[in-house]
């Protein structure tokens, strides 16, 4: 029977045969690598806005944001949504561990003018108050919410909606995914952040959840010796690491390069997931 056991033991099924299983629990190592790459995932970002951006309008359009709510962002990390988010909203916390994201979107909102809607909180989303304190908790793509139990902590700090993005359906990073194939035989597993499990378990706990999909083409032009890097210290958070390994890499990105450049080919489709916590549907008997 497909009850909430079963989607919560299915999402945990999910997460525990992924590639990034091994990585889960080193935290360090993850705030380390983000810290590493911040600037060049804000890079990204500007490139990437007019996609945010249109998924914040939606939300705006729906009724999820309005001028007047505050936000909590988990695992905001350099402004993906927090920046698109500030310009219609009253004010929005961005939260993630890792300080040099969090400087990096400082920077950001100074220099989009919106420093004073947005401020920023570094620590551990399961270390925070389980208190009602946003009008709206919002995450997105972000491992903070992997569970049933860091799901419904998002009821309980929302004073009113709840929205989650995940991914729906494989998502494809060309270069990423043929890489793991190069490095260990075998594509990656790519279920475990589908927004399939928090959907049926919201579903099922009869929380009434709206979804919407958007899918999306992007391309980043990226240095050789910035995507020899990436990929070295990314594949060192699974294990995989060593001269053999950076030697694969390195030989692997440089015959894919041009003129000393690599192209990140990004195909994806995201599901965007909001939900009334004070909201349920009413069982008749």
Excluded at 14 to 21: K, L, T, V
Excluded at 126 to 154: H, Q, R
Excluded at 223 to 233: C, G, H, N, R, V
Excluded at 245 to 269: G, P, Q, W
Aim: aromatic share 12%.
């Amino acid at each position: 029977m497909c009850n909430t056991k079963f989607w919560t033991e299915a999402w945990q099924e999910a997460r525990e045969s992924s590639h990034q299983a091994p990585s889960y629990g080193n935290k360090q190592g993850w705030q380390q690598f983000w810290n590493d790459f911040a600037e060049q995932h804000a890079l990204r970002n500007r490139q990437s806005r007019p996609i945010y951006n249109s998924i914040v309008d939606g939300l705006v359009a729906d009724g999820v944001i309005t001028p007047e709510s505050t936000v909590l962002d988990i695992g905001c990390g350099a402004g993906t949504f927090t920046l698109p988010l500030a310009a219609k909203s009253s004010h929005v916390t961005g939260l993630d561990t890792a300080s040099q994201m969090l400087s990096v979107l400082q920077s950001e909102a100074s220099h989009e003018r919106v420093t004073d809607r947005i401020a920023t909180l570094q620590t551990d989303w399961l270390d925070l108050p389980a208190e009602p304190a946003y009008d709206v908790v919002f995450a997105a793509n972000t491992t903070a919410i992997n569970d049933y139990d860091s799901l419904m902590k998002m009821n309980e700090l929302s004073r009113g909606t709840c929205c989650l993005i995940g991914f729906a359906g494989t998502y494809h990073i060309k270069v990423r995914t043929l890489l793991w194939e190069h490095l260990i035989g075998t594509p990656p597993e790519q279920t475990a952040f589908d927004i399939q499990y928090p959907f049926n378990i919201l579903y099922q706990e009869r929380y009434l959840p709206n979804i919407k999909f958007y899918s999306y083409r992007e391309r980043y032009r990226e240095t050789l010796a910035y995507m020899i890097e990436y990929y070295t210290s990314y594949f060192k958070l699974f294990g995989l690491e060593g001269p053999e390994t950076s030697a694969k890499i390195t030989e692997f990105l440089a015959n894919r390069a041009v003129e000393d450049y690599c192209t990140e080919l990004i195909n994806s489709t995201i599901g965007v997931l909001w939900w009334r916590p004070d909201r349920k549907a009413t069982i008749l008997e």
